[in-house]
């Protein structure tokens, strides 16, 4: 089309056209947002209307009975993601400050190649790993020895409790947190180059070494936004559902110890939604998804409300 | 705005795919599955009409054709008379097969256990905790069982195995059926959940000390060993075809409305006291006339040419007179023949 | 007067602490290069000997029968195009209108903050939504509730990828436009989305790989369908969802071709990756 033959009022109809169709599919997303929630409210209403507050501190799930309590599996949620993040957040603030600080040029392509990497691998992949690799490693070569050596009775023997096939909270946690240092040590590497570069000069000048600005200088000078880029690696840890469902263990039980299986609300969405033959049921997985949703929509604005919207 | 565009797009991309054949889905009970699937592979070459049976459990089944998003359910716990009324549904048996406990002991082979239903229900109970408990090791004289923790392995999905496994126990262990009961999904009181019957299955290949219950095809396959239970007259038969069509020969099918029948510890010293038939639920009035006629040739192909197929794959086919008594009650079926 | 050795003590001391620490932030890579060999070999491993023809020739097979994976394959490229269309469309007028008409707007910083809340909401919500939309309503398990299910993923990271390359671009480029008395609405497409491509199209590159390893909002959407089937409106097959049904199953053959699977979507997910970063890499010098 020409310019020129296009008369003021027809490029001013054009541009009103084009802004509102541009409108109109920002509006579709938000559209998208309010029917999720809505869909979620509408269908767990009915449980959360049957069973109350005590759907939030039963850790009954049993269908059976029509008898439904959350507990179990927000729990497991919420201990898996946080277990996780206790693994990652160290080894991925290891990560940010090698690349940022003692990383030869020549590797730092690579490396960071690599993180970018293990960041888009599928979760069913994890998933698969975690199970047919990981789980049995773990199994013969930390669980059962534990068995020998731990007195079953003692506070070791009761953490430490439970099936010796691997596939329980702590696996899970140790799948989750792999899936989950990529994002965390990425934000965390932008953030120590965003520290002023006078500062990290001055203190050299001072004569600090490498690991004395590291720690006295740029990590306090970042730790609040670390604490948003932990909460940005938690809500994706929070809703990962198929590298979860493998490897957990699906019991519903709370639970008890550090080896124990578990579920977490995803992983019962995913066992469960197809199968459920009650309405109760079905309206009871539907409150899981909401409360699920409201859990890493917190972590969400916990994380915006510490670093800003560039990072996250 | 877009859905529209996606349903152009569907009639669009429906036009490459062949119009004679008919293509209509099932989903439900994962014990016939692989029977099923068979089944299909054989009949799209024989009629061009394919089925898509997708295995999520007998719980699902029974929503999901209660949803209508499906033109037929597959259960292993058969509904009662008022459920089928209520839903409008019609419910016929397709084939036989049993629930068999598998575990996983080293050194200790297939069929070389004995447990009884008593015992199971202690065990699923979590009461009995280890392998060489007394009351394991006196019924197993000779068996040098190992002092490893039993790790019970249940299913994580609504089952209709599960329903047969739990309905069993609650017959023959008034411990289990006052704590727990019988239904397509109880609230374990131990163990860990795997989804489906390879699920449990896999679950159990891995898990030294494992005890859980599969469909027998599972149990044969899935390389994991296989233990007998004490039946009605107190014996104890292998879990194979024979004694799963011992237990199918008594039943009562004529006399029981809805199909309803469930073949637990019945009478004769080969019965396998854990036998199930398998059931199809469709809509009584079919929404989509030509979907559900298709889903009857198919089941009228397999009942005329896939006993075969069947036996081959370790489940036991219909008897003959059985086959004639629900062809004749496809008639009910609205856009049926 | 042992002041200059206790000096000395505390330079060594000091010296070891930071070796120390360059040790372990050393480790803390190794771990995730590690990790990152572990997964891959293991995929190579399992998957490799299974890859052949057949895969792409034949549809998934009952247990204990020869078969591939063409039906999954197709459906998930069918299912991922699909939504990858919607998404693109979606995602890059929605992205435009907060780069280029949102400034200043309340309104523009709550859509952008919902997308946010989209782009980190769990997939298999999604799933769950799409089936309270689109399966429960039209009685039916399809692929077309799939790839919805697939788009309402890759629409926010369409969407936050135009919207920061559209930001890089300089107002220069917008006035000249002006200038030259064309509208508003013609300097975008003609100028701005055309200098922007190779952002755009990282962007779109993204939300494929996001989407096409994705299990969870297809389990409750397309279901799953062992014979080939292009039609929209029926269940169909995806290799996640073939995956996840093979991996957990009893029989040596079907978690066999699940390898295979994963090796595949794993291939095709970091192929994507790689390539959309080049670009985005790419665009950035020039």
């Not at chain 2, 197929?309 to 004749?328: E, G, H, I």
Request: proline share 6%.
């Amino acid at each position: 089309m020409s310019v020129e033959s296009a008369g003021p009022s027809r490029a001013a109809r054009q541009d009103a056209f084009f802004q509102a169709l541009c409108f109109s599919a920002a509006m579709v997303l938000m559209a998208t947002l309010a029917g999720l929630l809505v869909a979620l409210v509408i269908g767990g209403w009915p449980a959360l209307a049957h069973f109350g507050p005590r759907f939030f501190i039963s850790a009954a799930w049993d269908p059976v009975a029509e008898d439904y309590g959350a507990a179990g599996p927000i729990v497991g949620t919420l201990v898996t993601a946080g277990l996780a993040m206790v693994m990652a957040l160290p080894l991925a603030v290891g990560i940010a400050v090698f690349l940022v600080e003692f990383c030869p040029s020549v590797l730092a392509k690579y490396v960071s190649m690599a993180v970018e990497l293990l960041a888009g691998i599928p979760s069913i992949v994890y998933g698969m790993w975690g199970l047919f690799v990981l789980a049995p490693w773990f199994a013969l070569h930390v669980q059962l020895p534990l068995f020998y050596v731990v007195d079953p009775d003692s506070f070791w023997g009761h953490l430490f409790e439970g099936i010796p096939n691997g596939a329980n909270i702590f696996t899970a946690a140790m799948i989750l947190a792999i899936m989950v240092l990529p994002y965390i040590a990425t934000v965390l590497r932008e953030l120590l180059l965003s520290v002023p570069t006078h500062v990290r000069e001055a203190a050299y000048g001072m004569g600090c070494t490498p690991y004395e600005v590291v720690s006295r200088i740029m990590l306090p000078y970042i730790r609040r936004s670390a604490i948003g880029a932990v909460m940005l690696g938690l809500g994706r840890a929070l809703g990962e559902t198929m590298a979860v469902t493998f490897i957990i263990g699906n019991s519903h039980e709370f639970p008890r110890s550090l080896f124990a299986s578990g579920s977490t609300i995803a992983s019962t969405i995913a066992n469960e939604f197809a199968e459920a033959s009650s309405d109760l049921h079905v309206s009871a997985l539907l409150a899981l998804g909401l409360v699920l949703f409201v859990i890493t929509f917190a972590a969400l604005v916990g994380a915006r409300l510490l670093i800003g919207r560039e990072k996250a | 705005m877009f859905r529209k565009t996606v349903l152009a797009f569907g009639l669009g991309l429906a036009m490459v795919s062949p119009a004679w054949a008919e293509s209509f889905t099932g989903a439900g009970a994962s014990f016939p599955a692989s029977l099923y699937q068979a089944w299909a592979r054989e009949y799209a070459v024989a009629s061009g009409d394919q089925l898509n049976y997708q295995s999520i459990g007998s719980g699902g089944g029974v929503r999901q054709i209660i949803a209508h998003t499906v033109d037929f359910g597959a259960t292993d716990k058969p509904l009662k008379p008022e459920e089928l009324n209520k839903a409008g549904l019609v419910q016929f048996p397709a084939a036989i097969g049993g629930v068999v406990p598998v575990f996983n002991l080293p050194g200790i082979g297939p069929g070389q256990l004995r447990l009884s239903g008593g015992l199971l229900g202690d065990i699923f109970l979590g009461r009995i905790k280890r392998w060489n408990d007394p009351r394991i090791a006196a019924l197993n004289p000779g068996l040098k069982l190992p002092p490893f923790p039993i790790t019970v392995v249940h299913r994580a999905d609504g089952s209709g195995t599960t329903f047969l496994f739990t309905s069993y126990l609650a017959q023959t262990s008034p411990v289990w059926a006052r704590a727990v009961g019988a239904s397509d999904a109880v609230k374990w009181p131990a163990g860990i959940g795997g989804k489906g019957n390879d699920g449990v299955a896999a679950f159990v290949r891995q898990t030294y000390g494992a005890l859980g219950y599969v469909e027998y095809i599972y149990a044969r396959k899935g390389k994991v060993s296989y233990a007998r239970v004490q039946n009605a007259a107190g014996q104890y038969p292998a879990p194979e075809p024979a004694s799963f069509a011992a237990a199918a020969s008594a039943a009562p099918w004529g006399r029981a409305a809805g199909n309803y029948v469930l073949l637990l510890n019945q009478p004769g010293a080969e019965t396998w006291p854990i036998s199930g038939a398998t059931f199809i639920l469709m809509h009584r009035e079919q929404e989509r006339p030509e979907k559900g006629r298709a889903v009857l040739r198919f089941f009228d192909w397999a009942f005329a040419r896939g006993d075969a197929t069947a036996s081959r794959l370790s489940y036991v086919p219909l008897p003959a007179s059985l086959k004639a008594m629900v062809r004749q009650q496809w008639r009910a079926i609205g856009g049926g023949k | 007067m042992k002041f200059a050795p206790r000096m000395f003590d505390r330079h060594t001391r000091r010296k070891l602490v930071n070796y120390g620490f360059v040790g372990l932030t050393m480790a803390a890579t190794a771990v995730a290069v590690i990790a990152l060999l572990l997964i891959l070999w293991s995929l190579v491993a399992n998957g490799l000997d299974g890859i052949g023809l057949h895969i792409f020739t034949m549809d998934q097979p009952p247990p204990e029968m020869p078969g591939g994976l063409r039906n999954a394959i197709l459906g998930s490229l069918e299912m991922c195009a699909i939504g990858m269309v919607i998404a693109v469309v979606i995602g890059i007028l929605a992205g435009t209108w907060l780069a280029e008409y949102g400034e200043g707007k309340r309104i523009a910083e709550v859509v952008r903050f919902l997308n946010d809340v989209l782009l980190s909401a769990p997939s298999i919500l999604i799933g769950l939504f799409v089936y309270e939309i689109l399966v429960r309503p039209l009685h039916g398990f399809s692929a077309g509730a799939g790839a919805v299910a697939l788009a309402f993923v890759a629409t926010p990271v369409v969407t936050r990828t135009t919207e920061d390359i559209l930001r890089l671009q300089s107002n220069q480029l917008r006035e000249a436009g002006m200038a030259i008395g064309a509208g508003k609405s013609y300097v975008i497409r003609a100028i701005i989305w055309r200098a922007s491509r190779p952002g755009l199209v990282t962007g779109a590159l993204l939300g494929f790989a996001r989407i096409s390893g994705e299990t969870a909002p297809l389990l409750f959407t397309s279901l799953g369908n062992p014979n080939l089937s292009f039609a929209l409106t029926q269940p169909m097959g995806a290799l996640p969802t073939t995956i996840y049904q093979f991996a957990l199953s009893a029989f040596d053959d079907w978690r066999a071709l699940a390898w295979v699977g994963a090796l595949l979507i794993a291939i095709t997910v970091l192929a994507a990756n790689i390539i959309g970063r080049a670009l985005a890499r790419g665009s950035h010098h020039s």
